[in-house]
């Protein structure tokens, strides 16, 4: 063999070598290439649900934001204090039932027969009523006055109040509406359904 042979030789093992060291490069890269394409499926994956969980996150706070609203709104009561007689004046006992301590509540009423309330038994009617420092539990008596007397009468009470510690208004709190049945009309449908049994 001559001298030119063995280095023709000798580059052609040297070709092959560079050329397997190549394959294995290429197939190492192809094996980098797949595992990358999976590592990016895998984190669009994560993605996706990362943004599902932060819109479920940001939905379960809006849930438990209005919860929390919800049960700071003022609600109320009313009643009436005695049988009711026909009227003209019929004492209403308003009753803070739940909500946010309120440093001002408005209370009106209407209805067909309203003529408007007073805070006390011989004072002026008005459309509303304004009183003070008001928490759960805490009632007061107005006075519903009727235009005539009557034997029925429907008056449906509304609420506007400004929480204590925020300053929060509320214009339009959930009315109440109070039916009014005069004590003989009653007494005489409950017999007559005693007799009808």
Not at 20 to 39: H, P, T, V, W
Not at 83 to 88: A, L, M, Q
Not at 91 to 110: F, Y
């Amino acid at each position: 063999m001559e001298a030119g042979d063995v280095a023709a030789w000798f580059a052609v093992a040297v070709a092959l070598i560079a050329a397997f060291i190549a394959l294995g490069n290429a197939n190492s890269a192809k094996r980098q290439a797949s595992a990358a394409e999976a590592a990016i499926g895998h984190a669009q994956r994560s993605a996706t649900a990362a943004e599902e969980q932060a819109k479920a996150a940001i939905e379960q706070v809006a849930i438990m934001r209005r919860e929390l609203e919800r049960q700071d709104v003022p609600r109320f009561s009313v009643e009436e204090i005695d049988e009711f007689k026909g009227g003209p004046v019929v004492p209403v006992r308003v009753t803070m039932i739940g909500g946010a301590d309120l440093s001002a509540v408005t209370i009106g009423a209407e209805g067909n027969l309203v003529r408007g309330l007073a805070g006390g038994l011989d004072g002026p009617p008005g459309p509303a009523i304004l009183r003070e420092n008001f928490t759960e539990g805490s009632h007061t008596t107005v006075y519903l006055h009727l235009h005539e007397k009557a034997g029925s009468a429907s008056a449906t009470f509304t609420f506007q109040g400004t929480a204590a510690e925020s300053g929060k208004a509320w214009d339009a709190l959930s009315p109440k509406t109070l039916e009014l049945v005069h004590h003989a009309l009653r007494k005489q449908g409950q017999q007559w359904g005693r007799s009808q049994a």
